[in-house]
């Protein structure tokens, strides 16, 4: 069993900062993906971005250069550090992390956090 606590989330003007942080704990493999998903309301939860255990990042087009993923396997904590926010970028935002077991992803999810950009 994993458990993910989110952190970091609020409201913030466009153009401004924020930054999440999520930390796991229990029963983490050493080779996962961590990652951060958004979903807006009546909208579906897709992929903002995620890191590999080795460091490897991936983003969707719409963030790039504004935010960045980094990860602390010590602590088994990823962070997602977003930048020149914009409205489009409001949701609850929720921490990902996958193994795959036997050939399988097995996912765990945190209970989200909400940002909102106003304009």
């Known amino acids: 069993q994993v458990q993910l606590v989110e952190s970091g989330g609020g409201l913030v003007q466009a153009g401004g900062s924020l930054r999440l942080s999520c930390a796991a704990s229990g029963n983490i493999f050493s080779i996962n993906t961590m990652g951060w998903y958004r979903q807006a309301p009546g909208n579906q939860r897709d992929l903002v971005a995620s890191?590999?255990?080795?460091?490897?990042?991936n983003y969707v087009d719409s963030v790039k250069g504004r935010f960045t993923i980094s990860r602390d396997n010590a602590k088994n904590t990823v962070y997602l550090q977003m930048s020149s926010l914009k409205p489009e970028d409001t949701g609850v935002y929720y921490c990902?992390?996958?193994?795959?077991?036997?050939?399988?992803?097995?996912?765990?999810w945190g209970q989200g956090t909400q940002v909102t950009v106003s304009s």
């Open positions: 990902n992390l996958r193994v795959i077991v036997n050939g399988l992803p097995r996912n765990s």
């Open positions: 890191i590999s255990s080795g460091g490897s990042t």
